[in-house]
Nanobody, 116 residues
């Protein structure tokens, strides 16, 4: 059974930092690309960052230079380091992966709130 469990969200002032973690189980973690998405109230879910099995990364333009995605294959964990947070980063953040190239799995989400 595939499970993705996020942690690390919370309330932070603008300019602050948070680090999100996602622990995966039930998959061969090292071969999977891992993604962080977010969804703000009234908005569509959007891709924030992706890290491939080889370690290369992609970022949404809105977070480039502020967020860093990384992975620890020994711990089956993907991280999202978020610096210089802005109120517009407020959202529920979700961990996501595809298994077998087609079946999508999502974590339960973790709330990030950035106050002005």
């Amino acid at each position: 059974q595939v499970q993705l469990v996020e942690s690390g969200g919370g309330l932070v002032q603008a300019g602050g930092s948070l680090r999100l973690s996602c622990v995966a189980s039930g998959i061969i973690f090292s071969i999977n690309a891992m993604n962080w998405y977010r969804q703000a109230p009234g908005k569509q879910r959007e891709l924030v960052a992706r890290i491939f099995s080889a370690g290369n990364t992609n970022y949404a333009d809105s977070v480039k230079g502020r967020f860093t995605i990384s992975r620890d294959n020994a711990k089956n964990t993907v991280y999202l380091q978020m610096n210089s947070l802005k109120p517009e980063d407020t959202a529920v953040y979700y961990c996501h992966t595809f298994v077998g190239g087609s079946k999508a799995y999502w974590g339960q989400g973790t709330q990030v709130t950035v106050s002005p």
